[in-house]
C-alpha cells in the first residue's frame, strides 16, 4: 500500500492488516478503539499514537461491523457479522459479555447505558434487539418481548445515532430514517428523501458502499441511508425552526427537522464526485462544523452554522473550509477529538489506516507509526502536504 502526498510515494504504516471498519473515541480515556474485517481489535493512545491494547480473533472469523462504548465510557463493545455482540473491559481485554445475536446477520449499531443496565443493537435483521444488561450473567439472549415500536423497517438497518437524553435514530437500506424514543420505545418521525441510488443516477460499477455488497437494488430505485448523526447542541436548543438530523445519502447529505414540521430542512453535495458514497460523518462539539469522508478517500470540513436554522430559509450552501485526500480507500469511520492542545479529527479506513489530524487537515500521523507524536508540539506531527479537492 502506497500513499500519495505532495507527488510522492511514501510507503504508508499500516494500523491494522485487514481493512478497517470502524473505530470510536473515548473522551474519558484519551483512547482510539478500533476493529477490522480480520476480527482483530485495537485500542491506542490518542497522545502519542502508540498500540496500548491488540485483540486478537476478537470474534474468531467473524469481521467486526461496529464498535462503541457505554454511557460511562468504562466498556467496549464490538458488533460481528454473525450478530454477536461482545462487551470488553478495554484496559487489560477481559470479554465481559457475549449478547447472542437472533440471526446471523451483521450488526450495524450499538447503544449501550449503563445506568439503566440495558443494551439495544440492530442491524441487518432489520430490527432493534434489547438485551437487559445482567451483572450475573456472561451470556445474554435478547428479550423475547423486544423493541415496543415494533419492527418498521421494511429492509436492513445500516446505521443507527443516539442523542442524549433519549433520541435514537435508525435508518435502512430503502431509504427510510426512523426517529424513536428510548423511554418510550415508539416513533416521534420518519423521514425519506426520495434519492435515487447511485446506481440508478448512473454512477460507477464498484460497490460504492458496505451496504451494496452482495445486493440488488431497490425496487422503487432508492438510495441507501449510509450514515445517520445528531447535530446535538441544536437538538439540546429544541428549536422547532432549526434541522438538527443529518443523514448520507449518495454522496448527499441531508438536514432533517426533527421538533417542528417533519421534513427535510436542505441537502447537498458532500462526495468528492459522482458515484461516491458517505460512509463517515460527524460534528463538532458545538456543530458548527460538518466533517464527510467518503468511498474515495477524501475528507471535507463543511461550516454549518447557519445552515437549515430556519424553517423558511435554508441558507446557503454551507462553505467548505478545507477538504483533502486522506486515505488510499473509503473513509469508513471519523472521530472529532476535543484536546486540550486543539481540534483534531481521526479517520480510519478500508486502506488498514488509522490516522490523525488537525482540524485544518494537516497530518499528525498514522496510528502505529515508530515516532510517537505530541499534540502539543507541533514539531512531532508529519504534516504531508495534502492534495486539495476543488469540487464537487
Not at 500500500?1 to 484519551?30: D, F, M
Not at 421538533?259 to 460512509?279: K, M, P, T
Request: net charge positive.
Amino acid at each position: 500500500i502506497n500513499a500519495e502526498y505532495g507527488g510522492s510515494s511514501l510507503k504508508a504504516v499500516l494500523s491494522h492488516e485487514r481493512p478497517i471498519s470502524c473505530c470510536v473515541y473515548a473522551p474519558q480515556t484519551h483512547q482510539v478503539m478500533s476493529g477490522c474485517e480480520g476480527s482483530v481489535v485495537t485500542v491506542w493512545d490518542i497522545n502519542s499514537g502508540g498500540r496500548m491494547l491488540k485483540l486478537s480473533n476478537a470474534h474468531g472469523d467473524q469481521e467486526i461491523t461496529c464498535i462503541n462504548i457505554d454511557s460511562r465510557g468504562r466498556r467496549l463493545l464490538t458488533g460481528a457479522r454473525n450478530g454477536h455482540v461482545k462487551i470488553w473491559n478495554f484496559n487489560n481485554g477481559h470479554c465481559l459479555k457475549m449478547l447472542e445475536g437472533t440471526m446471523e446477520a451483521e450488526v450495524t449499531g450499538i447503544t449501550a447505558f449503563s445506568d439503566k443496565n440495558v443494551i439495544y443493537t440492530a442491524g441487518w435483521n432489520k430490527c432493534i434487539n434489547v438485551y437487559r444488561d445482567d451483572s450475573e450473567t456472561f451470556h445474554l439472549k435478547a428479550q423475547t418481548a423486544g423493541w415496543r415500536g415494533g419492527n418498521v423497517h421494511k429492509e436492513d438497518i445500516l446505521t443507527t445515532a443516539y442523542c442524549p437524553p433519549n433520541l435514537l435514530a435508525t435508518a435502512s437500506f430503502d431509504g427510510e430514517i426512523v426517529l424513536w424514543s428510548t423511554e418510550t420505545q415508539k416513533i416521534l418521525r420518519r423521514f425519506r428523501s426520495g434519492a435515487k441510488s447511485i446506481r440508478q443516477r448512473g454512477g460507477n460499477k464498484r460497490p460504492s458502499s458496505r451496504a451494496y455488497q452482495e445486493r440488488a437494488d431497490n425496487r422503487n430505485g432508492a438510495s441507501p441511508v449510509d450514515k445517520v448523526i445528531f447535530l446535538e447542541e441544536r437538538v439540546r436548543e429544541k428549536n422547532s425552526e432549526v434541522s438538527e438530523l443529518v443523514s448520507s445519502e449518495a454522496g448527499h447529505v441531508y438536514f432533517w427537522n426533527i421538533y417542528g414540521v417533519s421534513q427535510c430542512g436542505g441537502s447537498f453535495q458532500v462526495a468528492c464526485r459522482d458515484g461516491e458514497s458517505v460512509l463517515a460523518m460527524t460534528t463538532d462539539t458545538k456543530s458548527n462544523r460538518l466533517i464527510c469522508g467518503d468511498t474515495a478517500g477524501y475528507i471535507a470540513v463543511y461550516d454549518i452554522r447557519t445552515f437549515c436554522t430556519s424553517s423558511t430559509l435554508k441558507g446557503p450552501t454551507p462553505k467548505r473550509l478545507t477538504a483533502w485526500h486522506g486515505h488510499s480507500s473509503a473513509v469508513t469511520g471519523l472521530e472529532f477529538v476535543d484536546h486540550e492542545a486543539g481540534m483534531f479529527l481521526v479517520s480510519c479506513s478500508a486502506d488498514c489506516t488509522i490516522r490523525m489530524w488537525n482540524i485544518h487537515g494537516h497530518f499528525v500521523g498514522t496510528f502505529g507509526q515508530d515516532a510517537a507524536w505530541v499534540l502539543s508540539d507541533r514539531s512531532t506531527f508529519k504534516q504531508w502536504y495534502q492534495r486539495r479537492v476543488r469540487g464537487p
